[in-house]
């Protein structure tokens, strides 16, 4: 795993792998999860097989916010995860911390950013600015790479407020549902 600080370096990196088409992926988090992997997988498998046939196997970029894999606790991280073991693209977690599933073959890390009550801010919109992790995948110059995103039923904070921005945008959105989440606010 390698890590990335800049978009230069991102840039670079796109060049390097021949890389020809980018996506972010958003789903649920570690609060909401997915009520059952199975059946993500089912819903998932026809849009990452589209991509490959669209853009070739390996020849596009998976982008994620970094969630954890938790085999127990099925959220965004355990997506990735089958993503990475059953169809093997290249890999990014944009995070701002150290940790990083070993699947994940490189890190974009910015700087960590709180709130004023002194809690890390991971991704979303505060007041009409991106923050964390969204500032990074979702900002101007990342979003002039952006080929779209891939929705798999994102319904918690974080993802709803980041595909609201994104067709505020124009981002082409790819819905992969139903995705129920197990878990609710």
């Not at 073959?105 to 004023?116: F, I, M, P, R």
Request: glycine share 10%; with cysteine.
């Amino acid at each position: 795993m390698s890590i990335i600080k800049t978009f230069p370096e991102f840039s670079s990196l796109l060049a390097k792998l021949n890389i020809s088409a980018v996506y972010l992926f958003i789903g649920n988090g570690a609060k909401l999860q997915y009520a059952s992997m199975s059946k993500v997988k089912t819903v998932l498998a026809p849009t990452i097989d589209h991509l490959n046939c669209k853009h070739g196997a390996g020849r596009w970029l998976a982008v994620y916010g970094g969630d954890t894999w938790v085999e127990d606790k099925p959220d965004l991280g355990a997506c990735m995860h089958w993503v990475k073991q059953e169809y093997n693209p290249p890999m990014v977690a944009v995070q701002g911390w150290e940790e990083c599933d070993k699947f994940v073959d490189y890190v974009y890390k910015y700087e960590e950013e709180k709130d004023v009550e002194g809690r890390t801010m991971y991704g979303g919109v505060k007041e009409g600015a991106l923050v964390g992790g969204t500032k990074v995948y979702l900002g101007e110059q990342f979003r002039g790479l952006l080929t779209g995103i891939v929705n798999i039923d994102a319904r918690g904070r974080v993802g709803t407020q980041e595909l609201e921005f994104a067709r505020q945008v124009g981002v082409e959105i790819l819905q992969v549902e139903p995705a129920e989440p197990r878990n609710e606010y």
